[in-house]
C-alpha cells in the first residue's frame, strides 16, 4: 500500500503496474503524436483525442491486440475541409507491394468528397523496395513513418527550439548574412 498524499487514503500499487502489451503502448504513444502533429499541421483534432489516457486507449482499441482499423485517423483542415488526410497504422508485418495497393483501392474507392488528398502510413516494420516505387505513383501524397520516430513528440521536447516561418524579408535578410543561395533554405 502507498499513501496517496490527496487524503482519500492508501492505494494498491498494483494499481500502477501496466498489465496491457508493449505494442498496444507504442501504438498508444505513435497516434497520440500523429494526432498532435496534425493539430500542428491545421487538421481538425479534437482535444479528447489527444488527451486520451493509455487506460481508454486500451478499453476502445484493445489491451494487447490493438485494432488497426479502428485507430485510423481521418481529418480535415480547419482551413480549407475538402482537404483531407488519413492516417494508417501498419501490423507488424514488412509493407509489400500487395499492402500499397490495397491503400490506393480503399482511398480511389471512397467517394470523391470524402477521398483523402493525402495519407500517412506509419510503419511497424520496414517497406520493401517495389512498395517504396508503389507508394510514389499513387495519386495522392504519402507520407512514411516508423512507429519508433512517433513514440514522444519531437517537438514538444525541451530542448528542442522553436521555429518559426520567416517572413520574405527575414529569408533575404538570412540568405545574405549568410551567403546562401535560394535552393539552400527551404
Do not use: W
Request: with cysteine.
Amino acid at each position: 500500500m502507498v499513501d496517496n498524499n490527496d487524503g482519500g487514503g492508501r492505494t494498491c500499487i498494483s494499481n500502477m503496474v501496466d498489465t496491457g502489451s508493449v505494442e498496444s503502448h507504442r501504438y498508444y504513444l505513435a497516434r497520440r503524436t500523429v494526432l498532435e502533429m496534425l493539430r500542428d499541421r491545421g487538421y481538425d483534432i479534437l482535444d479528447s483525442e489527444i488527451n486520451q489516457s493509455l487506460h481508454e486507449f486500451r478499453s476502445v482499441y484493445g489491451p494487447d491486440i490493438v485494432d488497426l482499423e479502428r485507430i485510423r485517423i481521418n481529418a480535415s483542415l480547419v482551413s480549407d475541409p475538402s482537404q483531407k488526410i488519413l492516417v494508417i497504422f501498419s501490423g507488424i508485418d514488412k509493407v509489400r507491394l500487395q499492402i500499397i495497393k490495397g491503400i490506393c483501392t480503399q482511398v480511389m474507392s471512397k467517394e470523391i468528397s470524402l477521398r483523402p488528398s493525402r495519407v500517412i502510413l506509419v510503419l511497424q516494420d520496414e517497406i520493401t523496395t517495389q512498395a517504396c516505387k508503389g507508394v510514389s505513383e499513387l495519386p495522392f501524397r504519402v507520407e512514411l513513418f516508423k512507429i519508433h520516430d512517433l513514440l514522444i513528440n519531437a517537438t514538444k521536447h525541451v530542448l528542442k527550439p522553436k521555429h518559426e516561418i520567416l517572413t520574405p524579408a527575414e529569408k533575404e535578410k538570412l540568405m545574405k548574412k549568410y551567403s546562401l543561395e535560394d535552393k539552400q533554405v527551404l
